[in-house]
Protein backbone atom coordinates (compact mmCIF):
# COMPACT_ATOMS: atom_id res chain seq x y z
CA UNK A 1 0.00 0.00 0.00
CA UNK A 2 0.99 3.68 -0.36
CA UNK A 3 1.39 6.00 1.95
CA UNK A 4 -1.33 8.86 2.02
CA UNK A 5 -1.37 12.37 3.40
CA UNK A 6 -3.79 12.05 6.57
CA UNK A 7 -1.01 11.71 8.64
CA UNK A 8 0.33 14.88 7.71
CA UNK A 9 -2.65 16.89 8.89
CA UNK A 10 -3.86 17.66 12.16
CA UNK A 11 -5.60 14.84 13.47
CA UNK A 12 -9.12 15.49 12.88
CA UNK A 13 -8.96 18.15 9.93
CA UNK A 14 -10.83 17.55 7.00
CA UNK A 15 -12.04 14.13 7.73
CA UNK A 16 -14.98 14.32 5.10
CA UNK A 17 -13.55 17.14 3.11
CA UNK A 18 -9.86 16.20 2.32
CA UNK A 19 -10.02 14.65 -1.38
CA UNK A 20 -9.11 11.37 -2.40
CA UNK A 21 -5.54 11.19 -3.62
CA UNK A 22 -4.31 7.81 -5.51
CA UNK A 23 -3.65 5.52 -3.90
CA UNK A 24 -2.87 3.08 -6.13
CA UNK A 25 -0.62 -0.06 -4.96
CA UNK A 26 2.16 -1.46 -6.61
CA UNK A 27 -0.06 -4.85 -6.85
CA UNK A 28 -2.77 -2.66 -9.01
CA UNK A 29 0.28 -0.65 -11.06
CA UNK A 30 2.19 -4.36 -12.10
CA UNK A 31 -1.49 -5.69 -12.95
CA UNK A 32 -1.57 -3.00 -15.75
CA UNK A 33 1.82 -4.56 -17.18
CA UNK A 34 1.47 -8.28 -17.25
CA UNK A 35 -0.67 -10.82 -17.88
CA UNK A 36 -2.14 -12.94 -16.65
CA UNK A 37 -2.07 -12.69 -13.20
CA UNK A 38 -2.22 -15.39 -10.82
CA UNK A 39 -3.04 -15.51 -7.07
CA UNK A 40 -1.38 -17.11 -4.18
CA UNK A 41 -4.00 -19.23 -2.59
CA UNK A 42 -2.17 -20.21 0.56
CA UNK A 43 -2.87 -18.38 3.35
CA UNK A 44 -0.12 -19.82 6.32
CA UNK A 45 0.04 -16.75 8.50
CA UNK A 46 -2.35 -17.17 10.92
CA UNK A 47 -2.45 -20.24 13.28
CA UNK A 48 -6.50 -20.35 14.22
CA UNK A 49 -8.84 -19.75 10.84
CA UNK A 50 -10.68 -17.12 12.58
CA UNK A 51 -8.56 -14.92 11.83
CA UNK A 52 -8.69 -14.49 7.99
CA UNK A 53 -11.83 -15.60 8.11
CA UNK A 54 -13.31 -11.89 7.46
CA UNK A 55 -10.91 -11.44 4.98
CA UNK A 56 -11.20 -14.36 2.88
CA UNK A 57 -14.87 -13.61 2.43
CA UNK A 58 -14.83 -10.32 1.83
CA UNK A 59 -11.71 -9.55 0.01
CA UNK A 60 -10.60 -12.92 -1.57
CA UNK A 61 -13.85 -14.18 -2.17
CA UNK A 62 -12.98 -17.40 -0.46
CA UNK A 63 -10.42 -18.36 -2.80
CA UNK A 64 -7.70 -18.67 -0.15
CA UNK A 65 -6.85 -22.49 1.30
CA UNK A 66 -6.58 -21.97 4.64
CA UNK A 67 -5.72 -24.76 7.31
CA UNK A 68 -7.78 -25.23 9.93
CA UNK A 69 -6.90 -25.14 13.68
CA UNK A 70 -7.00 -27.79 16.14
CA UNK A 71 -8.42 -25.67 18.33
CA UNK A 72 -12.12 -24.96 19.32
CA UNK A 73 -12.48 -22.27 21.74
CA UNK A 74 -9.28 -21.19 23.25
CA UNK A 75 -8.60 -17.91 24.43
CA UNK A 76 -5.28 -17.63 23.69
CA UNK A 77 -6.56 -17.69 19.41
CA UNK A 78 -8.92 -16.37 17.62
CA UNK A 79 -10.24 -12.60 17.05
CA UNK A 80 -12.43 -11.13 19.89
CA UNK A 81 -13.63 -7.85 20.70
CA UNK A 82 -13.80 -5.38 23.92
CA UNK A 83 -16.03 -3.04 24.57
CA UNK A 84 -14.42 0.24 26.05
CA UNK A 85 -16.87 2.89 27.80
CA UNK A 86 -14.24 5.48 26.75
CA UNK A 87 -14.89 9.06 24.94
CA UNK A 88 -13.66 10.16 21.72
CA UNK A 89 -11.62 14.14 21.84
CA UNK A 90 -12.86 15.43 18.87
CA UNK A 91 -10.04 18.07 18.93
CA UNK A 92 -7.39 15.77 19.99
CA UNK A 93 -8.37 12.92 18.22
CA UNK A 94 -7.88 10.54 21.32
CA UNK A 95 -9.70 8.21 23.64
CA UNK A 96 -8.00 7.65 27.02
CA UNK A 97 -10.04 4.92 28.93
CA UNK A 98 -9.64 2.95 25.18
CA UNK A 99 -5.79 3.76 25.48
CA UNK A 100 -5.40 2.57 29.46
CA UNK A 101 -7.31 -0.55 28.16
CA UNK A 102 -4.90 -1.61 25.62
CA UNK A 103 -2.13 -0.73 27.75
CA UNK A 104 -3.39 -2.75 30.91
CA UNK A 105 -4.21 -6.16 28.15
CA UNK A 106 -0.43 -5.93 26.99
CA UNK A 107 0.58 -5.27 30.28
CA UNK A 108 -0.86 -8.39 31.57
CA UNK A 109 0.32 -10.64 28.32
CA UNK A 110 3.68 -9.24 28.61
CA UNK A 111 3.70 -11.07 32.08
CA UNK A 112 1.60 -14.02 30.75
CA UNK A 113 2.71 -14.59 27.40
CA UNK A 114 6.37 -13.59 27.74
CA UNK A 115 7.24 -16.06 24.85
CA UNK A 116 4.55 -14.00 22.81
CA UNK A 117 5.27 -11.54 20.71
CA UNK A 118 2.95 -8.67 20.86
CA UNK A 119 2.00 -5.72 18.86
CA UNK A 120 -0.37 -2.55 19.32
CA UNK A 121 -2.25 -0.45 16.42
CA UNK A 122 -4.17 2.55 16.86
CA UNK A 123 -6.52 4.42 14.10
CA UNK A 124 -4.43 7.22 13.99
CA UNK A 125 -1.56 8.99 15.04
CA UNK A 126 -2.55 10.99 18.40
CA UNK A 127 -4.21 7.72 19.68
CA UNK A 128 -0.36 5.72 19.06
CA UNK A 129 1.49 8.66 20.75
CA UNK A 130 -0.89 8.19 23.73
CA UNK A 131 -0.76 4.61 23.80
CA UNK A 132 3.06 4.90 23.64
CA UNK A 133 3.41 6.97 26.38
CA UNK A 134 1.18 5.28 28.51
CA UNK A 135 3.01 2.10 27.87
CA UNK A 136 6.55 3.73 28.50
CA UNK A 137 5.36 4.86 31.95
CA UNK A 138 4.14 1.43 32.82
CA UNK A 139 7.60 -0.25 31.55
CA UNK A 140 9.14 2.60 34.08
CA UNK A 141 7.38 1.20 37.15
CA UNK A 142 6.99 -2.28 36.41
CA UNK A 143 10.36 -4.04 35.89
CA UNK A 144 8.43 -7.16 34.42
CA UNK A 145 7.30 -5.46 31.40
CA UNK A 146 10.83 -3.79 30.77
CA UNK A 147 12.20 -7.09 30.98
CA UNK A 148 9.63 -8.26 28.35
CA UNK A 149 10.70 -5.28 26.31
CA UNK A 150 14.81 -6.14 26.30
CA UNK A 151 13.80 -9.23 25.57
CA UNK A 152 12.52 -8.72 22.65
CA UNK A 153 14.48 -5.96 21.22
CA UNK A 154 16.92 -7.70 19.79
CA UNK A 155 14.08 -10.36 18.01
CA UNK A 156 12.63 -9.87 14.05
CA UNK A 157 8.86 -9.76 15.99
CA UNK A 158 10.15 -6.74 18.65
CA UNK A 159 7.51 -4.68 20.75
CA UNK A 160 5.52 -2.16 18.29
CA UNK A 161 3.04 0.68 18.44
CA UNK A 162 2.38 1.71 15.48
CA UNK A 163 -0.72 3.68 13.57
CA UNK A 164 -3.20 2.64 11.17
CA UNK A 165 -0.53 3.67 8.46
CA UNK A 166 2.40 2.43 9.61
CA UNK A 167 1.86 -1.57 10.15
CA UNK A 168 1.70 -3.40 6.97
CA UNK A 169 4.04 -5.81 6.43
CA UNK A 170 4.13 -6.48 10.49
CA UNK A 171 3.03 -9.70 11.60
CA UNK A 172 3.08 -10.45 15.83
CA UNK A 173 1.71 -13.79 17.94
CA UNK A 174 -0.71 -11.09 19.40
CA UNK A 175 -2.35 -7.98 17.46
CA UNK A 176 -4.32 -5.24 19.58
CA UNK A 177 -5.89 -2.71 18.18
CA UNK A 178 -7.50 0.55 19.16
CA UNK A 179 -10.21 2.17 17.22
CA UNK A 180 -10.57 5.52 19.22
CA UNK A 181 -13.52 6.81 17.22
CA UNK A 182 -16.44 6.62 19.14
CA UNK A 183 -19.35 8.90 21.16
CA UNK A 184 -18.13 12.01 22.82
CA UNK A 185 -18.40 12.72 26.99
CA UNK A 186 -21.29 14.44 25.82
CA UNK A 187 -22.66 11.28 24.45
CA UNK A 188 -22.22 13.07 20.54
CA UNK A 189 -21.60 10.24 17.96
CA UNK A 190 -19.83 12.03 14.76
CA UNK A 191 -19.56 9.77 11.55
CA UNK A 192 -16.09 10.64 11.36
CA UNK A 193 -13.43 7.65 11.08
CA UNK A 194 -10.44 9.33 9.70
CA UNK A 195 -8.61 7.55 6.66
CA UNK A 196 -11.18 4.73 6.51
CA UNK A 197 -13.72 7.76 5.12
CA UNK A 198 -10.95 7.41 1.86
CA UNK A 199 -11.55 5.63 -1.32
CA UNK A 200 -9.10 3.07 -0.57
CA UNK A 201 -9.73 3.07 3.63
CA UNK A 202 -10.94 -0.92 3.27
CA UNK A 203 -7.51 -1.73 1.87
CA UNK A 204 -5.75 -0.50 5.27
CA UNK A 205 -8.32 -2.42 7.28
CA UNK A 206 -7.78 -5.63 5.06
CA UNK A 207 -3.70 -5.04 6.48
CA UNK A 208 -4.55 -4.21 9.68
CA UNK A 209 -6.93 -7.23 10.47
CA UNK A 210 -4.48 -9.89 8.85
CA UNK A 211 -1.34 -8.83 11.09
CA UNK A 212 -2.05 -11.48 14.08
CA UNK A 213 -0.62 -14.74 14.08
CA UNK A 214 -2.44 -16.04 16.87
CA UNK A 215 -4.54 -13.82 18.52
CA UNK A 216 -6.50 -10.18 17.84
CA UNK A 217 -8.23 -8.34 20.24
CA UNK A 218 -10.32 -5.07 19.15
CA UNK A 219 -10.68 -2.52 21.77
CA UNK A 220 -13.46 0.15 20.97
CA UNK A 221 -15.80 2.57 22.42
CA UNK A 222 -18.25 2.33 19.19
CA UNK A 223 -21.33 0.54 18.91
CA UNK A 224 -21.36 -0.91 15.38
CA UNK A 225 -25.19 -0.54 15.16
CA UNK A 226 -24.98 2.67 15.65
CA UNK A 227 -22.41 3.18 12.31
CA UNK A 228 -23.85 3.96 9.16
CA UNK A 229 -22.52 2.35 6.44
CA UNK A 230 -24.30 4.09 3.33
CA UNK A 231 -22.25 2.46 0.73
CA UNK A 232 -20.01 5.75 -0.41
CA UNK A 233 -17.33 4.69 1.71
CA UNK A 234 -16.31 0.67 1.68
CA UNK A 235 -13.80 1.40 4.55
CA UNK A 236 -16.75 2.17 6.82
CA UNK A 237 -19.18 -0.31 6.21
CA UNK A 238 -15.95 -3.24 6.64
CA UNK A 239 -15.37 -1.24 9.77
CA UNK A 240 -18.75 -1.98 10.86
CA UNK A 241 -19.19 -5.98 9.63
CA UNK A 242 -15.70 -6.46 11.12
CA UNK A 243 -16.90 -5.16 14.46
CA UNK A 244 -19.73 -7.48 14.34
CA UNK A 245 -17.63 -10.25 13.34
CA UNK A 246 -15.25 -9.78 16.55
CA UNK A 247 -18.04 -9.08 18.53
CA UNK A 248 -20.45 -11.93 17.90
CA UNK A 249 -18.46 -14.44 16.48
CA UNK A 250 -20.36 -14.57 13.46
CA UNK A 251 -18.39 -17.44 11.27
CA UNK A 252 -17.89 -20.86 13.43
CA UNK A 253 -14.49 -21.71 12.04
CA UNK A 254 -12.93 -24.97 13.31
CA UNK A 255 -16.37 -26.54 13.84
CA UNK A 256 -18.36 -28.78 11.22
CA UNK A 257 -18.25 -27.45 7.98
CA UNK A 258 -21.71 -28.18 7.45
CA UNK A 259 -20.26 -30.42 4.31
CA UNK A 260 -20.80 -34.09 4.49
CA UNK A 261 -17.88 -37.03 4.39
CA UNK A 262 -17.25 -37.76 0.64
CA UNK A 263 -16.55 -41.51 0.95
CA UNK A 264 -18.37 -44.48 2.82
CA UNK A 265 -15.66 -45.62 4.79
CA UNK A 266 -15.59 -41.72 6.67
CA UNK A 267 -19.30 -42.28 7.00
CA UNK A 268 -18.51 -45.66 8.64
CA UNK A 269 -16.02 -44.32 10.89
CA UNK A 270 -18.07 -41.89 12.27
CA UNK A 271 -20.57 -44.17 13.03
CA UNK A 272 -18.60 -46.39 15.18
CA UNK A 273 -16.71 -43.17 17.09
CA UNK A 274 -19.79 -42.30 17.79
CA UNK A 275 -20.99 -45.54 19.06
CA UNK A 276 -17.95 -45.76 21.18
CA UNK A 277 -19.01 -42.41 22.92
CA UNK A 278 -16.72 -40.47 21.14
CA UNK A 279 -17.53 -37.02 19.31
CA UNK A 280 -16.34 -36.69 15.84
CA UNK A 281 -16.94 -33.67 13.32
CA UNK A 282 -16.91 -34.36 9.38
CA UNK A 283 -14.92 -32.06 6.80
CA UNK A 284 -13.40 -29.80 9.63
CA UNK A 285 -12.14 -26.67 8.23
CA UNK A 286 -12.87 -23.48 6.13
CA UNK A 287 -12.35 -22.67 2.45
CA UNK A 288 -10.30 -25.05 0.41
CA UNK A 289 -9.14 -27.53 2.74
CA UNK A 290 -10.70 -29.74 4.95
CA UNK A 291 -9.27 -32.59 7.50
CA UNK A 292 -11.76 -35.63 6.48
CA UNK A 293 -12.32 -36.27 10.27
CA UNK A 294 -11.81 -34.43 13.63
CA UNK A 295 -11.98 -36.55 16.84
CA UNK A 296 -12.53 -34.14 19.49
CA UNK A 297 -10.73 -34.32 22.83
CA UNK A 298 -12.83 -36.15 25.66
CA UNK A 299 -11.34 -34.26 27.93
CA UNK A 300 -10.88 -30.47 26.58
CA UNK A 301 -14.36 -30.45 24.27
CA UNK A 302 -12.43 -27.06 23.17
CA UNK A 303 -10.06 -28.73 20.90
CA UNK A 304 -9.84 -32.00 18.96
CA UNK A 305 -7.24 -34.73 19.74
CA UNK A 306 -6.84 -35.87 16.26
CA UNK A 307 -7.30 -35.39 12.71
CA UNK A 308 -8.15 -38.55 10.83
CA UNK A 309 -7.35 -38.21 6.98
CA UNK A 310 -8.53 -41.00 4.53
CA UNK A 311 -7.44 -41.27 0.94
CA UNK A 312 -10.85 -39.82 -0.45
CA UNK A 313 -11.80 -37.27 -2.72
CA UNK A 314 -9.48 -34.37 -1.26
CA UNK A 315 -7.00 -36.57 -1.15
CA UNK A 316 -7.17 -37.72 -5.03
CA UNK A 317 -7.80 -33.43 -6.16
CA UNK A 318 -4.38 -32.89 -4.78
CA UNK A 319 -2.37 -31.42 -7.94
CA UNK A 320 0.57 -33.93 -7.11
CA UNK A 321 1.76 -36.72 -4.46
CA UNK A 322 4.08 -33.95 -2.87
CA UNK A 323 1.00 -32.06 -1.98
CA UNK A 324 -0.72 -34.63 -0.87
CA UNK A 325 0.75 -36.56 1.37
CA UNK A 326 3.82 -34.25 2.63
CA UNK A 327 3.44 -30.66 2.57
CA UNK A 328 -0.10 -30.39 3.64
CA UNK A 329 0.61 -32.50 6.58
CA UNK A 330 3.48 -30.50 7.62
CA UNK A 331 1.82 -27.54 7.74
CA UNK A 332 -1.60 -28.97 9.91
CA UNK A 333 1.16 -30.43 12.31
CA UNK A 334 2.60 -26.91 12.69
CA UNK A 335 -0.90 -26.02 13.36
CA UNK A 336 -0.47 -28.67 16.42
CA UNK A 337 -3.00 -31.16 14.73
CA UNK A 338 -2.23 -34.58 15.17
CA UNK A 339 -2.34 -36.40 11.46
CA UNK A 340 -3.76 -40.19 11.92
CA UNK A 341 -4.32 -41.78 8.30
CA UNK A 342 -6.30 -44.37 7.51
CA UNK A 343 -5.83 -46.26 3.90
CA UNK A 344 -9.18 -47.55 2.45
CA UNK A 345 -7.16 -50.37 1.15
CA UNK A 346 -6.69 -51.64 5.04
CA UNK A 347 -10.04 -50.62 5.52
CA UNK A 348 -11.83 -52.64 3.01
CA UNK A 349 -9.71 -55.88 4.13
CA UNK A 350 -10.41 -55.45 7.90
CA UNK A 351 -12.33 -52.48 9.40
CA UNK A 352 -12.53 -53.49 13.05
CA UNK A 353 -8.66 -54.29 13.28
CA UNK A 354 -8.81 -50.19 11.71
CA UNK A 355 -11.23 -48.92 13.89
CA UNK A 356 -9.20 -50.33 16.76
CA UNK A 357 -6.02 -48.93 15.27
CA UNK A 358 -7.37 -45.42 15.77
CA UNK A 359 -8.93 -46.09 19.15
CA UNK A 360 -5.66 -47.34 20.30
CA UNK A 361 -4.57 -43.92 19.11
CA UNK A 362 -6.83 -41.79 20.53
CA UNK A 363 -6.64 -43.10 24.16
CA UNK A 364 -2.84 -42.81 23.36
CA UNK A 365 -3.05 -39.19 22.86
CA UNK A 366 -5.62 -38.77 25.93
CA UNK A 367 -3.06 -40.59 28.35
CA UNK A 368 -0.27 -38.07 27.08
CA UNK A 369 -2.16 -34.64 26.90
Not at 96 to 121: K, T, W
Not at 279 to 290: L, N
Amino acid sequence: MPPTDFFSTSVDANDEKAEDAPEESILELGRRCWHPMRMLEVHYRSRHQSLIAYSNREFYGERLLVYPSPVLEDPDFGVSCRKVEGAYEVGQGRNLEEARAVVEEAAGLMRARADRSIGIVAMNQAQRDLIETLMDERAAADPDIQAYRERWDDNLEDFFVKNLENVQGDERDIILISTVYGPTAEGVFHQNFGPLNRAYGHRRLNVLFTRAKRKLTVFTSLDHARIVADGSRRGVRVLKEFLEYASRGSFTPGRRSGEEPDSDFERWFLFRLKSANYEAHPQVGVAKYRIDIGVVHPDKPGSYILGVECDGATYHSSKSARDRDRLRQDVLEGLNWRIYRVWSTDWYRDPEREFARLVDRIEMLRALQ
